[in-house]
C-alpha cells in the first residue's frame, strides 16, 4: 500500500457518539505504522472497548502470533467527539491520537492513529489504520460499506490493506478480560 494515503489525518466523523462504538470488534483490515510492524504477523485480532471511568476507557486487544496474547492499554478521551489519546503500555508503538473517521456502530468502525507527527507540515508520518467488524466473517455487504467509506475518506480500497485471518478466537470465556489502566504520567 501507498502509505503516503495515510499522511493526511482525516477528521473525526460527524456525530461521533461514544456508546455505540463500545464493545467487541474484529480487527479486519489493517495497515500497520512501521514502529509496529510486526504485528502484521497477528491473527484471530480483537478488541474489545469498555469504560474505566468518565474519562478513561479500556482496550483490550487479543492477538496470536504462534501464541495468544492480551494487552490493555488505556485511551483517554478528549472534548472533541471522535478523537481520543491511546497510551501504549508497552512501548510507543501505537501511541498518539485516535481518531474514528468512520462507523455506522452495528457493523464497521475503523480508526486512525498518528504515532509520529512529521516535523514537515500538518501530516503523519508513521499512521496505524484498523478497520474493525461486529462480526469475525463480515458480509459482502458490510465489506463493500467499508470499502466506500476507505475510498472516501483515503482514496484506498480493502484489497489495499492487510487482511487478519480469524481462526479461532483467543479469548477463553465470553466475558472479557477488562483491567483498570494504569495511571501514566
Not at 99 to 108: E, L, M, N, Q, R
Request: glycine share 6%.
Amino acid at each position: 500500500m501507498d502509505r503516503t494515503k495515510l499522511w493526511r489525518i482525516p477528521p473525526p466523523m460527524k456525530g461521533f457518539q461514544l456508546k455505540p462504538a463500545l464493545g467487541q470488534w474484529f480487527v479486519q483490515f489493517r495497515a500497520a505504522p512501521c514502529s509496529w510492524e510486526g504485528s502484521n504477523e497477528f491473527q484471530d485480532y480483537e478488541l474489545y472497548t469498555a469504560p474505566v471511568d468518565k474519562n478513561t476507557l479500556s482496550a483490550t486487544l487479543t492477538m496470536r502470533n504462534g501464541v495468544c496474547n492480551t494487552i490493555s492499554a488505556p485511551i483517554y478521551l478528549t472534548s472533541e467527539p471522535g478523537v481520543m489519546l491511546v497510551k501504549d503500555p508497552v512501548g510507543n508503538n501505537f501511541s498518539g491520537k485516535l481518531i474514528y473517521p468512520a462507523t455506522d456502530y452495528k457493523s464497521f468502525a475503523f480508526y486512525y492513529v498518528c504515532t509520529k507527527m512529521s516535523v514537515f507540515g500538518d501530516k503523519c508520518d508513521d499512521a496505524m489504520l484498523c478497520v474493525h467488524t461486529r462480526m469475525r466473517k463480515p458480509s459482502g455487504k458490510t465489506v463493500a460499506k467499508i470499502n466506500d467509506a476507505l475510498i472516501r475518506i483515503f482514496g484506498v480500497t480493502v484489497n489495499q490493506l492487510q487482511r487478519v485471518i480469524h481462526t479461532k478466537s483467543c479469548r477463553m470465556n465470553k466475558i472479557p478480560f477488562i483491567p483498570t489502566p494504569q495511571k501514566w504520567g
